[in-house]
């Protein structure tokens, strides 16, 4: 990374758990993963654009999910 932002988050103690042993099945550390994961799922969290892909992210369907790109 180029800069570094130092982010305070509270997590639910179950979260936290099932992140840490995510973390340590993949051999990073807690924050390498969470860098990682956030990476991944930001491209289909809906209503954000991937300013990278040059189109919308697929809008949600009830719950929250990312559905189908739109037609």
């Known amino acids: 990374m180029d800069s570094d932002i130092r982010l305070t988050l509270r997590l639910p103690v179950d979260l936290h758990t099932r992140l840490t042993l995510h973390a ?22 809906a209503g954000v654009a991937d300013p990278t892909a040059g189109e919308p992210a697929a809008p949600a369907r009830p719950g929250g999910r990312p559905g189908p790109p739109v037609a």
């Open 24 to 45: 340590k099945r993949e051999r990073r550390s807690l924050n390498a993963d969470l860098v990682y994961l956030l990476e991944c799922a930001l491209p289909t969290v």
